[in-house]
Protein backbone atom coordinates (compact mmCIF):
# COMPACT_ATOMS: atom_id res chain seq x y z
CA UNK A 1 0.00 0.00 0.00
CA UNK A 2 1.44 3.40 -0.57
CA UNK A 3 1.91 5.70 1.44
CA UNK A 4 2.98 9.48 1.59
CA UNK A 5 4.50 10.81 4.80
CA UNK A 6 5.17 14.59 5.36
CA UNK A 7 6.83 17.21 7.45
CA UNK A 8 8.78 20.34 7.67
CA UNK A 9 5.91 22.90 7.29
CA UNK A 10 5.78 25.57 9.85
CA UNK A 11 5.89 29.90 10.52
CA UNK A 12 9.14 31.08 9.16
CA UNK A 13 9.68 34.66 8.60
CA UNK A 14 9.96 36.27 5.27
CA UNK A 15 13.19 35.76 3.58
CA UNK A 16 13.86 32.41 5.59
CA UNK A 17 14.15 28.87 4.24
CA UNK A 18 11.65 25.57 5.08
CA UNK A 19 12.85 22.04 3.67
CA UNK A 20 9.51 19.76 3.52
CA UNK A 21 10.49 16.24 2.85
CA UNK A 22 7.52 13.73 1.69
CA UNK A 23 8.97 9.61 2.61
CA UNK A 24 7.07 7.17 0.15
CA UNK A 25 6.71 3.76 0.49
CA UNK A 26 4.90 0.62 -1.20
CA UNK A 27 5.48 1.57 -4.64
CA UNK A 28 6.31 -1.30 -7.17
CA UNK A 29 6.44 0.24 -10.64
CA UNK A 30 8.16 3.30 -11.44
CA UNK A 31 6.11 6.48 -10.28
CA UNK A 32 5.70 10.37 -10.38
CA UNK A 33 5.99 12.70 -7.05
CA UNK A 34 5.80 16.06 -6.29
CA UNK A 35 4.26 18.98 -4.75
CA UNK A 36 1.86 21.15 -5.18
CA UNK A 37 0.16 23.96 -2.24
CA UNK A 38 -3.51 25.50 -1.65
CA UNK A 39 -3.39 29.16 0.02
CA UNK A 40 -6.99 29.86 1.60
CA UNK A 41 -9.15 31.12 -1.25
CA UNK A 42 -7.23 30.25 -3.96
CA UNK A 43 -7.02 27.46 -6.55
CA UNK A 44 -4.12 24.77 -5.93
CA UNK A 45 -0.98 25.12 -7.46
CA UNK A 46 1.66 22.42 -9.01
CA UNK A 47 5.34 23.51 -7.30
CA UNK A 48 7.58 20.91 -8.23
CA UNK A 49 7.88 17.05 -9.31
CA UNK A 50 10.34 14.30 -10.53
CA UNK A 51 10.18 10.83 -11.70
CA UNK A 52 11.63 7.48 -9.75
CA UNK A 53 12.87 4.85 -11.92
CA UNK A 54 11.80 2.07 -8.88
CA UNK A 55 14.30 -0.44 -11.04
CA UNK A 56 17.38 1.64 -9.97
CA UNK A 57 15.65 3.65 -7.41
CA UNK A 58 17.20 7.18 -8.80
CA UNK A 59 14.93 10.20 -9.53
CA UNK A 60 15.14 12.25 -13.09
CA UNK A 61 13.30 14.90 -14.94
CA UNK A 62 13.32 17.35 -11.43
CA UNK A 63 10.39 19.95 -12.51
CA UNK A 64 9.41 23.35 -10.41
CA UNK A 65 6.64 25.22 -12.02
CA UNK A 66 5.09 29.03 -11.62
CA UNK A 67 8.15 31.78 -12.41
CA UNK A 68 7.55 32.83 -8.35
CA UNK A 69 9.29 29.58 -7.20
CA UNK A 70 12.05 29.32 -9.82
CA UNK A 71 15.15 29.77 -8.60
CA UNK A 72 14.08 29.68 -4.86
CA UNK A 73 12.30 26.46 -4.85
CA UNK A 74 13.98 22.92 -5.84
CA UNK A 75 12.85 19.62 -5.52
CA UNK A 76 15.00 16.26 -5.06
CA UNK A 77 15.25 13.13 -3.56
CA UNK A 78 17.36 10.95 -1.07
CA UNK A 79 17.48 7.91 -3.12
CA UNK A 80 18.73 5.86 0.15
CA UNK A 81 15.94 7.42 2.50
CA UNK A 82 13.25 7.44 -0.46
CA UNK A 83 12.38 10.69 0.53
CA UNK A 84 11.82 13.61 -1.67
CA UNK A 85 12.52 17.46 -0.62
CA UNK A 86 11.36 20.36 -1.73
CA UNK A 87 13.67 23.34 -0.59
CA UNK A 88 12.43 26.54 -0.07
CA UNK A 89 14.64 29.38 -0.21
CA UNK A 90 13.74 33.57 0.47
CA UNK A 91 9.93 32.51 1.65
CA UNK A 92 7.35 35.31 0.75
CA UNK A 93 4.33 35.67 2.93
CA UNK A 94 2.80 34.82 -0.83
CA UNK A 95 4.41 31.68 -0.41
CA UNK A 96 1.65 30.81 2.70
CA UNK A 97 -0.31 27.82 2.28
CA UNK A 98 -0.42 24.02 2.93
CA UNK A 99 1.43 22.13 0.63
CA UNK A 100 1.08 18.39 -0.44
CA UNK A 101 2.95 15.70 -1.37
CA UNK A 102 1.49 13.69 -4.04
CA UNK A 103 2.00 11.30 -6.77
CA UNK A 104 0.71 11.54 -10.50
CA UNK A 105 -0.57 8.77 -13.23
CA UNK A 106 0.30 11.07 -15.86
CA UNK A 107 3.92 12.30 -15.13
CA UNK A 108 4.90 15.64 -14.05
CA UNK A 109 3.25 17.35 -16.86
CA UNK A 110 2.65 21.60 -17.89
CA UNK A 111 1.01 21.35 -14.59
CA UNK A 112 1.03 19.94 -11.30
CA UNK A 113 -1.58 21.40 -9.39
CA UNK A 114 -4.26 18.31 -9.60
CA UNK A 115 -2.15 15.19 -9.50
CA UNK A 116 -4.20 12.20 -9.68
CA UNK A 117 -2.13 10.19 -7.62
CA UNK A 118 -2.04 9.65 -3.92
CA UNK A 119 -1.76 12.55 -1.95
CA UNK A 120 -0.47 12.53 1.44
CA UNK A 121 -1.80 15.15 4.21
CA UNK A 122 -0.66 18.25 3.45
CA UNK A 123 1.26 20.96 5.57
CA UNK A 124 0.97 24.22 6.71
CA UNK A 125 3.66 26.89 5.93
CA UNK A 126 3.14 30.07 7.04
CA UNK A 127 5.37 33.02 6.16
CA UNK A 128 5.03 35.99 8.61
CA UNK A 129 6.77 38.56 10.29
Known amino acids: QVQLVESGGGLVQPGGSLRLSCTAS???????IGWFCQAPGKEREGVAC??????????????VYGDSMKGRFTISRDNAKNTVYLQMNSLKPEDTAVYYC?????????????????WGQGTQVFVSS
Open 102 to 118: ATSLSGCGPDYSTPNGY
Open 50 to 63: LSVNKGSNTAEGAT
Open 26 to 32: GFTSDYV
